[in-house]
């Protein structure tokens, strides 16, 4: 069975949506019904949504009762630290716990409320690419 990943769906006017094949329908249109519980019967959706209210709906009050839903947190300290020495092995390992920990406290600053930007392992595994493949290290400069 295939596996469809939509990113960005909490983006999308509740009223109306893309259908399988990529036509605009909303939702009183039978026809499009149909298509999407046909496309849905073939296919595993996985659902991809930002922090509510951070650029889009509120996922799980306006399409919760539409899917199964299951939440991905962040990964723990231990496995963010082993992935990004995949993207960095040449990045020292202190200054991967520094960029870690940084992170840490960003997110939870992101739960308190402080920021309004959830900062994700994404936007981390980029800092390490970067520092990667620099030919100086932005770390001894500050």
Do not use: C
């Amino acid at each position: 069975m295939p596996a469809i990943t939509r990113s960005a769906f909490d983006k999308a006017l509740t009223e109306a949506g893309i259908g399988p094949d990529s036509k605009l329908g909303s939702s009183n249109d039978e026809s499009w019904k149909e298509r999407l519980l046909e496309a849905s019967k073939k296919s595993s959706d996985s659902v991809q949504h930002e922090r509510f209210p951070f650029l889009g709906n509120d996922l799980f009050a306006v399409l919760g009762d539409l899917f199964s839903i299951h939440v991905v947190d962040n990964p723990s300290r231990t496995s963010e630290l082993a992935m990004l020495k995949q993207y960095g092995p040449n990045v020292k390992d202190e200054h991967l716990q520094q960029l870690v920990s940084a992170f840490d406290e960003l997110r939870e600053m992101a739960d308190n409320a402080l920021l309004s930007y959830p900062y994700s392992t994404r936007e981390l595994v980029n800092i390490v690419k970067h520092l990667q493949a620099s030919d100086f290290l932005v770390f001894e400069l500050i």
